[in-house]
């Protein structure tokens, strides 16, 4: 029991320190270039979504962590290379509509208003999240060789909430959180890429 344990708390250990520390037995061409430390820098935005980069961010470590050959740190001058990142897009837009007297039905549409059919309401969106990232050696904490790049993209469908009896609308804030929901998804299957495409080729 005691032995058991101890062997817990070990593995507590191998988690302290600097930044998230793993074992693993086979080495990577990264390792064998003495690359065993990595910085992740904050992530620019180049897009009007605030917070876009805390998510890819976010991700991007948790995903980097699971690669049991490296220890991430959390500043620069103990890294043996730095991984830098940029969002280069966090928007939605609709994919589906209808007309609103199609969506509603003519119970919830007054005789004088019939002329809304005309008018289309969105049914769906598509959230898209794209982004592009480095990973380049540090030498004396100066960039040197760029070692591995790769952009990703992609898309998600959320439906739209759609308000009864106001045409041509939808409720704004909940459209804002699915669209949040959205980029969560999209930060892990994304960074989920990078992790496969840094990594699991070697």
């Not at 101890?6 to 003495?34: D, M, P």
């Not at 480095?134 to 904490?141: A, E, G, H, T």
Request: glycine share 8%; with cysteine; proline share 1%.
């Amino acid at each position: 029991m005691r032995a058991g344990f101890v062997s817990f708390v070990s593995g507590l250990f191998l988690l302290t320190g600097c930044g998230y520390t793993f074992q693993r037995a086979q080495s990577t061409v990264y390792e064998k270039q003495g690359v065993r430390k990595i910085f992740v820098a904050p992530l620019l935005n180049n897009t009007y979504k605030a917070g876009a980069e805390n998510l890819l961010y976010n991700a991007a470590v948790k995903k980097i962590a699971m690669f049991r050959s490296f220890t991430i740190v959390s500043h620069q001058e103990d890294a043996d290379a730095i991984l830098k990142g940029t969002v280069t897009a966090a928007d939605y837009g609709v994919d589906g509509s209808t007309a609103a007297n199609q969506l509603f039905g003519n119970d919830k549409i007054p005789a004088e208003r019939h002329v809304s059919s005309g008018i289309s309401v969105a049914t769906g969106y598509s959230a898209t999240l794209g982004c592009s990232f480095s990973l380049i050696r540090l030498v004396d904490n100066k960039e040197g060789t760029g070692l591995w790049a790769g952009s990703f993209s992609k898309s998600l469908h959320f439906p739209a909430n759609n308000q009864l009896d106001v045409f041509g609308t939808t409720s704004a804030l909940i459209n804002e959180s699915e669209f949040e929901r959205a980029l969560r998804d999209l930060a892990d299957s994304e960074m989920g890429d990078l992790y496969e495409s840094m990594f699991m080729q070697f």
